[in-house]
């Protein structure tokens, strides 16, 4: 047994993605026009509340420069993982090579990690404009905010590298089968084996919900100062203005992370991966499609500035 296990292990250099292999056959045209729907709706609403932010100068502030790099994790992230995921779906080869799965792991974290701090960043963004307007300037300086910027693409690369090399330094027994439709932590974890499995997933669980969990607690604790600034606004009107500038990044807010806590918190009992490829759309597509939609809609100068180049452009075209 022992000498097969070694054989397995040392012979595993792809693995077997599954995805949505289990549903119906029927069901996955339908399941690819659905995200291929998504996924394009993604890229080209991130690409327009970048294109409007470059082009109107009264965006160029850092809560958009924000948004921006924003946009951008946003666009590589569903890039790692949803051209993957498409191409599997109409394939009946799903076999991926060990180093593509390290690499699609290591962008995947990495993105997702910078699209948490991203999300700090633009809530402290926040919490200097309200409590410390006087100071905004100076504290939000354009070199501030590019290091802020590079901190928390820093950070995500940080978190890919460590969570990939933990993974991927353990022994892969088989069978080769991932159970789910791209490389993450728990079905790699469920196919390796050896005396430091047990342990390593729980230090890649706890690094992970500990880097959320702390990206959330920063966030709550900004809004916390904002509520008891914008309570001691005296108008009802300039309450409103102050808290309609948040309105678009709480909710986003709640979105990312409601969502992350169904991957990162569910308990893992023996049926739970058989569920993780469906509930691990929401976070991979749902997330990405709804963020561009709530920040265009709920930001009421990006959304101006959204109709004015559009109806520039089309005055433009039709003249």
Not at 243 to 263: D, E, K, M, Q
Request: with cysteine.
């Amino acid at each position: 047994m022992a000498t097969r296990l070694r054989i397995n292990s040392t012979s595993m250099s792809e693995f077997i993605v599954l995805g949505f292999s289990t549903f119906p056959q029927q069901l996955l045209p339908a399941f690819f026009l659905l995200i291929l729907l998504m996924y394009l709706f993604t890229l080209l609403g991130n690409l327009l509340i970048m294109g409007t932010v470059w082009s109107e100068r009264s965006l160029h502030a850092p809560m958009y420069l924000f948004l921006c790099a924003l946009s951008v994790s946003e666009i590589l992230y569903t890039f790692t993982i949803i051209l993957r995921m498409l191409a599997d779906l109409l394939s009946t080869h799903r076999s991926i090579s060990s180093v593509a799965c390290a690499v699609q792991m290591f962008f995947s974290f990495m993105f997702g990690f910078t699209h948490s701090f991203l999300l700090t960043v633009m809530g402290y963004d926040r919490y200097v404009a309200i409590c410390h307007p006087l100071r905004y300037s100076v504290l939000m300086s354009p070199r501030s905010c590019a290091c802020l910027v590079a901190w928390s693409w820093a950070g995500g690369s940080v978190m890919g590298l460590v969570v990939t090399m933990a993974i991927f330094h353990l022994t892969f027994c088989g069978p080769s089968e991932v159970q789910h439709f791209f490389c993450h932590v728990p079905p790699h974890v469920q196919l390796a084996c050896g005396d430091n499995v047990s342990t390593v997933a729980k230090g890649v669980g706890l690094v992970c919900i500990s880097a959320l969990l702390g990206c959330c607690l920063l966030i709550i604790l900004s809004y916390v100062f904002i509520v008891a600034a914008v309570l001691r606004i005296p108008s009802a009107k300039g309450r409103h203005k102050a808290f309609s500038t948040c309105v678009s990044h709480l909710t986003v807010v709640v979105v990312h992370y409601g969502f992350a806590s169904v991957i990162y918190l569910q308990p893992r009992g023996p049926q739970s991966l058989e569920a993780d490829a469906l509930m691990g759309t929401t976070y991979t597509v749902l997330t990405p499609f709804l963020s561009p939609i709530i920040f265009s809609l709920r930001n009421k100068q990006l959304k101006d500035a959204m109709k004015k180049t559009f109806l520039s452009k089309l005055h433009h075209q039709s003249s």
